[in-house]
């Protein structure tokens, strides 16, 4: 089985783009013109604690564009959220639910309330994540343990967007990369975090032959994508990142 792959479609929103979930993390939202990209392409719209002050500052200059950007809800266990982030998005009718537990983090809290609405609808949704990555690095790191963590459910996708990247993991097997360059790349790495990998690829520049990857030995960063379809066949899961480039690109 090939497991197909097309992440920009998330920023392309393109017919074949299927609605995805955004979960809006507590990092600067830096990049408006990609954030809009996801924001429209997005079905729901979560926000996470703090995430809610992210949204707000990235508009607040702009009453009439920030009240563009209404989430469906806020969730975590709230201890982020400003008074006046909070009074604002309440007068805009959000739903704002505290869940206080502290054993996930309010990233995962926000996949729950997913998992909540697919029951409902009785629909699976792909999700995508953003400001994700950078930061803290405990975060980040439970950022990537949180793609893990799906890695079996492959009927959904899940994508983490960072400032300069799209990251998702490849679970073992045979994956089939289409990269649209006018909106990502060259510049990509695959990374065997959690364990050993055996790498098979082709479109890539430095393409691998059965090398097996492994953190203390060979890991591929600084590789580039050189053929619109790039194919990777793994033996174990290992993360894939390819930068965005989206500079000076209007929107479509
Ligand atoms: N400094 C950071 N660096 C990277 N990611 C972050 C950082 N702070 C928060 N996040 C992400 O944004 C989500 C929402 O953050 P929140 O406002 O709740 O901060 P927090 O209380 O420190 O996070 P948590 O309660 O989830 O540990 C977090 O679950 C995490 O995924
Ligand atoms: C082994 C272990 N390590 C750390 C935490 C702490 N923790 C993890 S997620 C979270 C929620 C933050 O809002 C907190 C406090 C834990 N529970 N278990």
Redesign the pocket.
Known sequence: MITHWCPSSILSGDGSTKKFCLIVLNQPINHVDAFNRLWDNAFYKFVA?GGSNRLYDAFKHDQHKLAQYIPDEIR??L?SIRPDVRAYYESKRVKITKVS??????F?KCVALLNEKEKERGQIFDIVATPALGGRFDQTM?SINTLYKFKDQIERKFILVSDENLTMLLDKGTHQIQCQLSLEGPTCGIMPIGSAATLTTKGLKWDMDNLKCEYGGAISTSNVVVNDIVEIVTDAPVIWTIEINLLNKPIQ
């Open positions: 604690d975590g266990d201890d537990d502290q054993e996930s983090t309010d995962m439970s």
